[in-house]
């Protein structure tokens, strides 16, 4: 039997008119401004203007374990989910309404290897092709407003160079929404003596330049716009810092966002309301969709379900130690997403074997899962469900050998199916949800960070190696202990930490698969995003601009004459 590709179910899918799915959510057509017939932009003024939905509005967080390079489905689920929490809210006539809260896709993975970020099967959200492409034009947005600060900054050192800006302690970098390595490291400047001042520069992909961290992290326009300002671009020739309100860019960065800061409204297949807005990665950046789209959503819903990007290593300890912290936002539950795919592979299963039982590799990989768990539920307080995501290669035997390993932790499990049977294959899971927050409500929220900004900056980065990695210890580099030392002596140092690592592995090495142990963080550099009120902690190998692999997706997406588009997953 021919499996109908995501791109093929979507295309197949009706579509509700935006203004309906508004409606659903109480929001009337002249509180929308749509872009065409299936996308819109909210105002959250207008939104906030109405009395809350829900005055004890539920947060619940997606995240997962380690994943394989080919993704585990953790969208898929997230939106499976919501579709599922929509049908039993159905089911028992409560009146409770369910609004899904995602990133925007990058294109750069789009074209390259990982995907786009819109679901999968049954569980899409839609319209699909417009979400994985340009969709509202936010990331164009973001990318010109970095791009402007960049252009203003190497044209004030050419022109006379007033602030006595040092051009070889120029931080701020371009930024495109690309998959280009050749871009990683560059010369500017180079020409005639018209042509600006030559000096070492490159590129980051947008998706994880500051001006994203702080859109996603600012409460609205007047706090983005401050925070632009904030933004630490370079220090001067006696080594003090110059931002970017020194270079009056802030105004015209802000103005050029002014309408992507609207969050945008979507649909699932299944019609639950779906609001996507922000796209930083979680192995770069701090992987969380943005805070105005996460608090409209909990105005108008009664339960929010929104995830955070690759493992919980990584985007559920940003999502709590950073967007949590900077926006007072405390989630009420996690749902940790695994399959017995990367389970098995976590194990030192092979590829192309994964399909097939194989209950040792199976038991060595369990420990990721557990390691996952124990961190929600330890270090940060969560009340935690586990959902696994189901393959038709998934045995009996190994499903077994989960649930008993999650009932030794005092977790429940439910399996999912969410991208064969949409909704319907997520039910088991949102009525485990449903039940395990109500139990919650009956108590204390016992959320909790996993170390005090205060912390030097030294021990903080110690401290989520130690807690949430399970590291011996942290290996500084001589570059990154300097830099550490200026950001102390420029009182800097009293923000979250970001810690840019591989998402493939507990530690900064992809290789070592599992619960690892013996192993040591190794920090090669550090940089301060002073806009979005935290420090980027850069270990490993992992780079800030991703490259093409060696036949990306590119190559197989396609239209035709009459705008219709092939390829696209």
């Not at 002249?30 to 906030?48: L, T």
């Amino acid at each position: 039997m021919t499996v109908a590709s995501d791109i093929e179910i979507a295309q197949k899918a009706t579509l509700r008119p935006i203004i309906e799915i508004a409606e659903k959510i109480g929001l009337s057509a002249d509180k929308i401004e749509p872009y065409g017939h299936y996308k819109a932009k909210i105002n959250p003024n207008d939104v906030f203007e109405k009395p809350a939905k829900s005055q004890n509005s539920k947060l619940i967080l997606v995240t997962a374990i380690n994943p394989t390079p080919a993704g585990e489905g953790k969208t898929t689920v997230t939106i499976g989910l919501a579709d599922a929490l929509n049908r039993v809210h159905q089911q028992n006539n409560d009146g409770k309404r369910t609004i899904v809260a995602l990133r925007e896709p990058s294109i750069g993975p789009v074209f390259g290897i990982k995907g786009g970020a819109a679901g999968g099967g049954y569980a899409q959200v839609l319209p699909m092709e417009d979400i994985n492409l340009h969709f509202t034009g936010d990331l164009h947005a973001i990318g010109a407003a970095n791009n402007l600060l960049a252009a203003m900054l190497d044209n004030h050192i050419y022109q006379s160079n007033e602030l006595n800006i040092d051009p070889k302690q120029v931080l701020w970098r371009r930024a495109v929404d690309m998959n280009d390595r050749q871009l990683r490291n560059i010369v500017s400047g180079m020409g005639r003596s018209a042509d600006g001042v030559m000096r070492e520069d490159g590129f980051d992909i947008t998706v994880a330049s500051e001006v994203m961290a702080v859109f996603c992290l600012a409460k609205d326009l007047a706090d983005l716009k401050q925070r632009l300002g904030n933004i630490l671009v370079a220090y001067t020739k006696d080594k003090k810092p110059v931002y970017a309100k020194d270079l009056k860019a802030h105004g015209a960065m802000a103005a050029l966002l002014k309408e992507a800061i609207k969050p945008n409204l979507v649909q699932t297949i299944e019609g639950t309301p779906a609001i996507l807005h922000g796209g930083p990665f979680a192995n770069i950046a701090h992987g969380c969709n943005s805070v105005i789209a996460t608090r409209t959503a909990m105005h108008l819903a009664d339960y929010t379900l929104t995830e955070a990007g690759f493992g919980a290593d990584l985007g559920a300890e940003k999502f709590c130690d950073i967007k949590c912290r900077l926006s007072g936002l405390t989630p009420n539950a996690a749902v940790v997403v695994a399959t017995i795919r990367a389970l098995k592979y976590n194990g030192g299963a092979a590829k192309d074997t994964l399909k097939e039982e194989d209950l040792t590799a199976l038991e060595q990989g369990l420990p990721n899962l557990t390691k996952h768990i124990e961190n929600l539920k330890e270090v940060f307080g969560l009340p935690v469900v586990v959902a696994i995501n189901q393959f038709e290669s998934d045995t009996d035997a190994e499903i077994e050998i989960v649930r008993k390993a999650c009932k030794r932790l005092k977790v429940d499990v439910a399996l999912t199916q969410v991208w064969e049977k949409g909704g319907a294959g997520g039910e088991a899971l949102a009525k485990l949800l449903i039940q395990l927050i109500e139990d919650c409500d009956q108590r204390e929220s016992e959320f909790k960070f996993a170390y005090d900004t205060d912390m030097l900056i030294e021990h903080k980065i110690r401290t989520i190696a130690q807690r949430v990695y399970g590291a011996n210890d942290i290996d500084i580099s001589a570059t990154a202990k300097a830099k550490i030392k200026r950001l102390e002596a420029l009182q800097l140092d009293k923000m979250p930490i970001c810690i840019a690592k591989t998402q493939y592995s507990l530690s900064d090495d992809a290789s070592l698969l599992g619960r690892p142990t013996g192993f040591n963080i190794h920090v090669r550099d550090i940089s301060i995003s002073n806009g979005a009120g935290f420090i980027v902690v850069i270990c490993g190998p992992i780079m800030k601009m991703p490259g093409l692999p060696k036949v990306p997706s590119a190559e197989r997406i396609d239209v035709d004459e009459q705008g219709h588009i092939t390829g696209l997953f």
